[in-house]
């Protein structure tokens, strides 16, 4: 095996020349698709419209939509076809203001719907454009979620103030709608 400095073998053994060599890990075989929680499509209110709140099926280890090249992964790195192909079915906020919060992610365009399950809580959830669902729960039964950071894309922009004061603009894609100009003198400001 070559030597080369900086790269450790799976022991943490160094070569006698002092520099560090290869590590030789052996590819992982495919696993079957895995069961996937989903929920059942909901129609708010747009009778016969259920084609874009169905959620998406997984495609398969091996199969043509998962050799497909994809976008840019995080911070614009391209993807390989061995890259996992994960996706996100639910995202909860549990949160100690739960309709300030609801009314952020309704300024946003989210059409969130009060829900319940069983003996839960009284909570919102939303589907987003790939099937996603967003829920908004209040932090009664566990602490709030904290500090989170969501990238959204939106398909018209605007400028508007989070539950906890700061404001956030929601840029588009190029090509919709115009950009708006942020709001001069704050320094607090994010982008969703």
Do not use: K, W
Request: with cysteine.
């Amino acid at each position: 095996m070559p030597h080369h400095p900086g790269v450790q073998t799976e022991l943490g053994d160094a070569p006698p020349d002092g520099g560090m060599t290869d590590v030789r890990v052996p590819r992982p075989q495919p696993l079957p698709t895995p069961a996937v929680h989903r929920r059942e499509p909901r129609n708010h209110g747009h009778a016969g419209d259920l084609t874009a709140r169905t959620p998406h099926a997984l495609p398969r280890v091996g199969s043509p939509r998962m050799r497909r090249p994809g976008p840019p992964g995080l911070h614009g790195h391209p993807r390989t076809e061995e890259d996992p192909r994960m996706t996100i079915d639910l995202l909860v906020i549990y949160t100690n203001r739960l309709d300030e919060c609801r009314d952020f992610y309704a300024g946003l365009g989210l059409d969130l719907v009060p829900e319940r399950h069983g003996n839960g809580p009284d909570h919102y959830a939303a589907t987003l454009a790939d099937g996603t669902v967003l829920e908004l729960y209040p932090a009664t039964r566990r602490p709030e979620t904290g500090y989170l950071r969501l990238g959204l894309t939106g398909d018209s922009p605007r400028t508007l103030t989070d539950p906890d004061g700061r404001t956030v603009v929601l840029t588009a894609p190029e090509g919709f709608g115009h950009q708006p100009q942020p709001t001069a003198g704050r320094r607090d400001q994010r982008s969703a």
